[in-house]
């Protein structure tokens, strides 16, 4: 059985490679928020039940929000929202300059 504490990669020195890490962390949220807006946006010209709103914040917030961005323009989807179009790149936005911070002060 493979546990979390098997999957640590290491550098030269044995020290954990945060920057990979964060690096496959954001890619992966990325990826599943673009298919999450792939799958709302199908289900809207279906008339479907819809994923919620909240839901597609709690995705950006948790590092999905270039996803998120993508999906809207790809799709034109939730375009018209003043919340996503205004929300969403102050999501982006704020994860830029945190990320940038603390990259900075690594």
Do not use: C
């Amino acid at each position: 059985m493979l546990n979390m504490t098997s999957v640590i990669i290491l550098d030269e020195e044995g020290e954990v490679m945060l920057t990979m890490i964060l690096f496959l962390y954001f890619t992966i949220i990325t990826v599943v928020s673009y298919a999450v807006m792939t799958i709302d946006k199908s289900r809207a010209k279906r008339n479907n039940r819809r994923i919620p709103e909240k839901t597609l914040f709690v995705l950006a917030w948790l590092g999905g929000s270039i996803g998120i961005w993508f999906g809207m323009k790809h799709f034109r989807h939730k375009t018209k929202k003043r919340s996503f179009t205004v929300g969403i790149p102050f999501v982006v936005i704020t994860q830029i300059v945190v990320v940038t911070i603390i990259f900075l002060s690594i």
